[in-house]
């Protein structure tokens, strides 16, 4: 896709497609190179039940983020800013911490972790959301350019 180009595009690889009929919103939404992913949770996608566990919910809520990138044609290290939402930020923060670094591995973004009270599911300890632009972690360039 262009830098330039405008249209907008909704992003709902299967099986989202059916939330998107029922709950009207897309998984991602891209405009030429940007990608803004909405908040991916800790939930199997084969039983739609939340996994146990900090470690575990980090873990489907990032692999659904990939999952949502690669469908707009980006991938992780795309991600330009990461937004997490906690029911124990301080808590659940070193375990959340080890397994953001397992998938994002270098020229991080930029991040803002929130506490929150009441997630969609009471059983949901994290959710994530991102903004990418397509292409540009592949990018060789400094840490700081």
Known sequence: ????????????????????????????TRVGDMIWVSGQVGVDTTTMAPAVGMDAQARLAFEGVRTVLEAAGAGL???????????????????????????????YPSWTAIGVAQPALPELLV??????????GRQDRSPTG
Do not use: W
């Not at 180009?5 to 998984?27: E, G, I």
């Not at 991600?79 to 375990?95: K, N, Q, S, Y």
């Open 1 to 28: 896709m262009r830098t330039h180009d405008t249209q907008r595009r909704s992003v709902n690889p299967p099986p989202t497609d059916a939330l998107y009929d029922r709950l009207h919103f897309s998984q991602a």
């Open 77 to 107: 290290e795309d991600i330009v800013e990461l937004t997490t939402f906690h029911t124990d930020l301080r808590g659940d923060m070193p375990v959340f911490s080890r397994v953001k670094d397992e998938y994002i591995t270098g020229r």
């Open 127 to 136: 959710e994530i959301r991102a903004v990418a632009v397509a292409g540009c």
